[in-house]
């Protein structure tokens, strides 16, 4: 019987490391376990705070995108508006324009109308003034052969009218003198006052008018001295039928009307034009 209480005694001696063994290995799992539950959770939660930040992040550009929409659709109707409003101001504008061009038209023409009326009873006026003047000459003086009331014309032949030349490309003086049956020499001296041609004061028509082949330029109107190889004097041109003008024509030049009229070869006053040009014979 003691023998067997050794035994039993040897036994559990035996069996108490493997028994803590046994406990310390439970406790050692469970204590794994336990850390991998920590972990996972710790892991989980870190998943939901990095969810939630994405969450919040792709609210966040949401809400970003829509306010730059929104923006940009206002900008959109800003501009819009914008350009309504000029539209609208440009089409006002052409129309003021329109309505502008339309009553200067018709101012011009109105002023046209009365400087027509007008020249034309002047130029009734002035021819019946010259008509008078040669009748009464005619009365007060002798018959005589020769007209005492026009100018000496063309020694060549009847008085022709001048006229005007535009210069083009390629011309030169001497086949513009040819063509009109002039001289070079009489072109230049028509054309040596440009002041009274309507030109400004430093213009120059007829450049080395002395040469044998002056220069021209292309675009300048010249007067044309027709069918005369000699001419002394210069050229001007009708701007209206003023009897004051005419007084200081015969005046300034020594011409009446009607000398003025016939050494230009122009039958009647009525036959001028604003701008016409008319010769100036030197005293």
């Known amino acids: 019987m003691n023998q067997n209480n050794y035994r039993q005694s040897l036994d559990s001696a035996n069996r108490l490391p493997i028994i803590i063994a046994l406990v310390v290995g439970i406790a050692l799992v469970a204590f794994v376990l336990v850390i991998m539950v920590i972990i996972s959770a710790a ?19 949401d809400a970003t995108i829509a306010a730059l929409e929104s923006r940009s659709n206002a900008t959109a109707i800003a501009i819009a508006e914008k350009e309504a409003t000029l539209q609208q101001r440009e089409a006002g504008l052409a129309s003021t324009i329109r309505a502008k061009e339309e009553d200067d038209a018709n101012a011009a023409a109105v002023v046209a109308n009365l400087k027509q009326e007008q020249q034309l009873e002047a130029a009734k006026r002035f021819n019946a003034t010259a008509v008078a003047q040669t009748a009464t000459k005619a009365k007060s003086e002798p018959i005589r052969a020769v007209p005492t009331t026009r100018a ?13 030349y535009e210069v083009k490309v390629g011309d030169n003086l001497s086949q513009v003198a040819a063509r009109y049956n002039t001289s070079v020499r009489a072109i230049a001296e028509a054309n040596r006052n440009a002041v009274t041609l309507g030109y400004a004061l430093y213009k120059i028509l007829i450049e080395n008018p002395e040469s044998y082949n002056p220069t021209i330029h292309v675009g300048d109107r010249l007067v044309i001295p027709v069918g005369r190889q000699e001419f002394k004097g210069f050229g ?3 701007n209206n039928s003023n009897p004051d003008e005419w007084q200081r024509l015969q005046k300034d030049y020594g011409l009446t009307l009607t000398e003025l009229l016939g050494y230009n070869g122009i039958a009647s006053v009525t036959e001028l034009r604003t701008g016409d040009p008319l010769l100036v014979p030197k005293k």
């Not at 892991?43 to 550009?61: G, H, P």
């Open 43 to 61: 892991n989980n939660d870190k998943a939901r705070v990095l969810a939630l930040q994405d969450k919040q992040k792709v609210a966040l550009a």
């Open 152 to 164: 000496t014309p063309n020694p060549s032949g009847e008085a022709k009218r001048p006229v005007w």
């Open 236 to 238: 001007i041109i009708w």
